[in-house]
């Protein structure tokens, strides 16, 4: 599986985002901007603690989100949410 193919399971398939719909706002956020990044975040944690061979302590967590850059003339513009 390629890299963009995992991102687009991931952020839109996994997520329910619409692709169109997450171009036009990128592309309208960024209409005036000389330059900007969309950055797209997926992580997933796992940990076990033992005691004495038992264990204590199971978790797993998924953390995802987003954050949007814009950069126009000298001012940089950023959004992000999880």
Do not use: P
Not at 10 to 19: E, I, Q
Not at 44 to 72: C, H, K, P, Y
Request: hydrophobic content about 35%; glycine content about 8%; some cysteine.
């Amino acid at each position: 599986m390629s890299d963009l193919s995992t991102t687009d399971d991931l952020f839109f398939n996994r997520a329910g985002l619409d692709r169109a719909r997450t171009e036009t706002i990128v592309d309208d956020a960024l209409q005036n901007a000389d330059d900007g990044e969309l950055y797209l975040e997926y992580c997933q944690a796992e940990s076990v603690t033992f005691d004495d061979g038992r264990v204590r302590n199971a978790s797993f967590d998924t953390m995802q989100g987003f954050g949007l850059r814009a950069i126009a003339d000298e001012a940089t513009g950023y959004s992000h949410s999880s």
